[in-house]
């Protein structure tokens, strides 16, 4: 399958210790400039964080947050080669249950018929069967679960495609200067790539370290 030749084929360690992968692209696509759409968008945003304290404090600090831990950067300033960016729109929603925050990527927003999305291979589902999980339960007196925190933005996204997830953000979250241009340095929750992405890397990390961590 393509999608996993993609990742086979490229995946590897950043400095930090983080896997970094490419996006895998059905075919690296010509894009049409898109920031018109984008600045749009967050006009809109704009409006709803002037309208709502809580949200709006929530919403500057999980980007805050995303800057600082290194989840994204600034774009450089050399201009990007031509149809290789696009800037993905965000918007906020709250966990039912949590009541908490999350900041998604609209990688589906359209513009002149392209979407991010449109062009990204959604790869296999590498999710451990049901079935098979409630029989190795079983097995054992004890089971063991966890919770991946940020599990798409623990994997990185090759320095070459970061360009197709720019956006827009204002410095400091002051809404009175003009937006910035951000990109993204991982994988999206909003791209349909990212859970395929994701339980590769999984899967390629215990792979990986399978002698240094087996059952004795």
């Known amino acids: 399958m393509r999608f996993i030749q993609i990742l086979e084929d490229n995946i590897k360690m950043d400095e930090d210790g983080h896997l970094k992968m490419p996006l895998p692209f059905k075919h690296i696509p010509d894009l049409p400039n898109n920031y018109a759409l984008a600045a749009k968008r967050l006009d809109h945003l704009k409006t709803k964080l002037n309208k709502n304290k809580d ?5 500057c600090q999980f980007m805050q947050d995303t800057l600082t831990r290194g989840d994204a ?42 979407s ?11 999710m451990n069967n049901l079935a098979g999980v409630l ?8 089971a063991i679960t966890c919770d991946v925190e940020k599990m798409f933005h623990q994997f990185r996204v090759n320095e070459e495609h970061r360009d197709f997830l720019r956006f827009l953000w204002w410095k400091d979250g002051n809404l009175t200067l003009e937006p910035t241009v951000y990109r993204m340095k991982v994988h999206l929750f909003g791209a349909t790539s990212s859970p395929g992405c994701a339980n590769y890397g999984l899967k390629y990390l215990a792979k990986e370290n399978a002698e240094e961590f087996s059952e004795g």
């Open 73 to 114: 950067e600034e774009a450089p300033q050399d201009s990007p080669v031509k149809g290789r960016e696009w800037y993905v729109p965000h918007h906020g929603v709250y966990h039912p249950q949590k009541k908490k925050l999350r900041v998604v990527f609209d990688c589906s927003a359209k513009f002149q018929r392209n």
């Open 135 to 142: 029989c190795r339960f079983r097995q054992y007196p004890i």
């Open 116 to 126: 991010l999305n449109d062009h990204l291979l959604v790869g296999p589902n590498l």
């Open 55 to 59: 949200f709006r404090e929530e919403y």
